[in-house]
């Protein structure tokens, strides 16, 4: 065999192995509620307060009750503390604006009772949280829209958390 056909096959076997790969990729990627679960190393970056909470919704009312606290700048939160988040229901992922009425959007991060991971600041009043929104990141267009994200907890979520690295 010419030397050309064994790099033309070798080449080829490499490019086939590269497509699997990938392949293997998509299909063992994990996925929160249809998406690729994907945690926001900008918004944990900037966020005061990082908690595992149990978020649960009685009578129109949310109490998320602190499970585990993985941050905090400063402050005094522990875990079995009750505390005030203010716009959980603005969670979801980022979505481009547009003028179309009927266009959907996003579904909500908060999709029931259960354990999330919530990237918080603190406000104002005492013991009174809100979820940090997405920063501007670089080569963001003007016009997306940056909502606050939450994230279920699961081990895929606190791998990926935990490779982000938090400054002490």
Not at 88 to 110: F, I, N, V
Not at 130 to 146: A, C, F, H, K, Y
Request: aromatic residues 8%; contains cysteine; hydrophobic residues 35%.
């Amino acid at each position: 065999m010419k030397p050309t056909a064994v790099r033309l096959l070798l080449a080829g076997a490499l490019f086939a192995a590269w497509i699997g790969y990938l392949g293997y990729q998509v299909l063992t990627r994990p996925v929160s509620a249809g998406q690729p679960l994907v945690v926001s190393r900008p918004q944990v970056l900037v966020s005061d307060l990082d908690v595992v909470a149990e978020v649960s919704s009685t009578e129109g009312a949310v109490e998320v009750t602190v499970k585990e606290v993985l941050y905090q700048r400063e402050g005094k939160v522990k875990v079995g503390d009750t505390i005030k988040v203010t716009n959980l229901d603005e969670c979801r992922a980022p979505h481009q604006e547009t003028r179309e009425k009927d266009r959907p959007q996003p579904p909500l991060d908060w999709t029931g009772n259960g354990p999330y991971l919530l990237p918080l600041r603190h406000r104002f009043a005492a013991n009174e949280y809100e979820v940090v929104p997405l920063p501007e990141s670089p080569g963001r267009r003007w016009d997306w829209t940056r909502p606050p994200r939450i994230y279920r907890d699961n081990p895929e979520t606190r791998a990926q958390y935990h490779q982000i690295g938090k400054p002490e």
